[in-house]
């Protein structure tokens, strides 16, 4: 008796593997119907990221933070749908959107040592901090293009 349990067992198990296997699917249809195409449709946000001429010296002034929400509150909640990795060496930043209204915030920071922040007007001193806020409308198709200004 235990044996035919066993064998019955082991049919079940070898049975299951075969047929309870999903078929394989050829990726590109079969049928020659090519990728599947998004049909979403996108804008471009263009953020000129420039750093406000001052008398300190070009590398003491660092982007710090590009960041865009869908609303200003959810901006100011710090839930961004997109976050850059800014860089000293980019200008221009291409963020790839759905079309619609979306808030940015841009920062950069002041690393001079001594008073030198305080006399550029960054808040705190050395590594103090200012910010550009703006709003942007996304249109399908179309790059939109904004400068960040900062607060002197």
């Given at each position: 008796m235990r044996k035919s349990i066993k064998t019955i067992l082991l049919?079940?198990?070898v049975l299951t593997l075969v047929f309870g296997c999903d078929p394989e699917v050829d990726p590109g249809g079969g049928g020659g119907g090519g990728p599947i195409i998004d049909a979403k449709e996108?804008?471009?946000l263009e953020v000129e990221f420039r750093i406000p001429g001052s008398f300190l010296p070009p590398n003491r002034v660092l982007r710090?933070?590009?960041s865009i929400a869908v609303s200003a509150e959810e901006l100011y909640?710090?839930?961004f749908c997109y976050v850059a990795n800014v860089y000293n060496t980019?200008?221009?930043?291409?963020?790839?959107?759905?079309p619609g209204s979306y808030y940015y915030q841009a920062g950069i920071i002041c690393i001079a040592q001594g008073?030198?922040?305080s006399a550029a007007s960054f808040p705190g001193g050395q590594f103090?901090?200012?910010?550009?806020?703006?709003?942007a409308?996304?249109?399908?198709?179309?790059?939109?293009?904004?400068?960040?200004?900062?607060?002197?």
């Open positions: 049919s079940l198990f996108y804008g471009t710090a933070d590009l909640k710090g839930n980019t200008l221009v930043y291409n963020i790839r959107l759905e008073d030198s922040c103090g901090m200012k910010w550009a806020i703006g709003r409308d996304v249109r399908a198709n179309e790059p939109i293009h904004v400068v960040p200004q900062f607060t002197q």
